[in-house]
């Protein structure tokens, strides 16, 4: 362990894919909390996979892996599926379940093609385009982390700010709606939000894994409070300490994937937070319930005892 905290602090790849999956896992909780609440959980793992043909298209056009280029061709593709989805919900009877999978289903499947198209042409460039499916955390460069910080930063600052808002919304759009906000309109913008996570969540993660960024941690923080502020800061500390754990375990075996293992991290720390989450957890459920079913059974054998003891009188 001493190992590896030193060369989290001292070695140049460790250190970078450590702060990119840490950044990753507080923008991704804090924005989950809100996906969550709102019931649109898989509206990530659809967008993750809607930013597959993106990327294509955007290699196909600049011809260069350019990260800049490729995720802006990402976050095009991924907006494009949240606008669609809107779309069919609000325009046909086709539920919002329905509409994520014909979304991801449409999206992946055309990325898939253009994947496989490029990668029977002679262009060598090509190489390693794939790993935006199941990402590639160890390719990180400092660039990539400054560029994943400033995109965090720009998120949280908004989150911040619109805070109050949002918390409506994820609560009783209608309410909102009716007292003059633009709920509508607050809900593109924090779809936005989302596909921005998620866009900066594909180099580490892939198109596959990103949504894990923005449910598990999300999922396991609702377990110890019902106060969505709280929510909100153990999420994200949820999602960087899962980041950090499965940096450093990948960098202890480099047969072993980073993205993969943040996820399980993630997955852990979700079900210790199903069994003894403080507010929701099974076991403090269990035991409360007991403790009810005893004072119920006390409650009623008193109850007879003091019939039986009036009747006697009588």
Avoid at 131 to 157: H, M, N, P, S, W
Avoid at 253 to 271: E, K, M, R, S, Y
């Amino acid at each position: 362990m001493v190992d590896l905290l030193r060369e989290l602090l001292f070695d140049y790849t460790l250190r970078n894919v450590a702060l990119g999956t840490a950044i990753l896992g507080v923008a991704g909780g804090v924005l989950g909390c809100f996906a969550v609440l709102r019931r649109q959980a898989l509206l990530g793992d659809a967008l993750g996979h809607a930013t597959l043909p993106g990327v294509c298209v955007a290699f196909m056009l600049s011809g260069a892996k350019t990260p800049a280029v490729l995720l802006a061709g990402a976050a095009i593709s991924a907006g494009l599926g949240a606008l669609l989805i809107l779309a069919v919900v609000r325009g046909t009877r086709i539920k919002q379940d329905a509409a994520l999978g014909i979304v991801l289903s449409v999206f992946f499947g055309a990325g898939t093609v253009l994947l496989t198209y490029i990668a029977g042409t002679s262009d060598s460039g090509q190489a390693g385009l794939n790993y935006f499916i199941f990402g590639q955390a160890a390719g990180i460069v400092r660039e990539d982390v400054v560029t994943i910080g400033f995109l965090a930063a720009a998120v949280l600052v908004m989150v911040a700010l619109l805070f109050k808002e949002f918390k409506l919304i994820s609560f009783d759009p209608e309410f909102a709606a009716s007292i003059g906000y633009p709920a509508g309109r607050l809900g593109v913008l924090l779809t936005a939000l989302i596909v921005v996570v998620i866009v900066i969540g594909i180099q580490t993660l892939g198109a596959i894994l990103v949504a894990a960024a923005l449910i598990i941690p999300a999922a396991a923080a609702r377990q110890w409070t019902d106060r969505l502020s709280t929510m909100v800061f153990v999420s994200a500390l949820f999602g960087a300490a899962s980041g950090v754990a499965g940096s450093l375990v990948s960098a202890s075996d480099q047969n072993l994937p980073t993205g993969p293992l943040v996820v399980l991290f993630a997955t852990g720390v979700l079900i210790l937070s199903l069994l003894v989450g403080a507010r929701h957890g099974f076991l403090w459920g269990w035991i409360g319930d007991r403790r009810n079913r005893r004072a119920a059974i006390g409650r009623a054998a008193a109850g007879a005892h003091d019939g039986t003891q009036r009747g006697g009188t009588i």
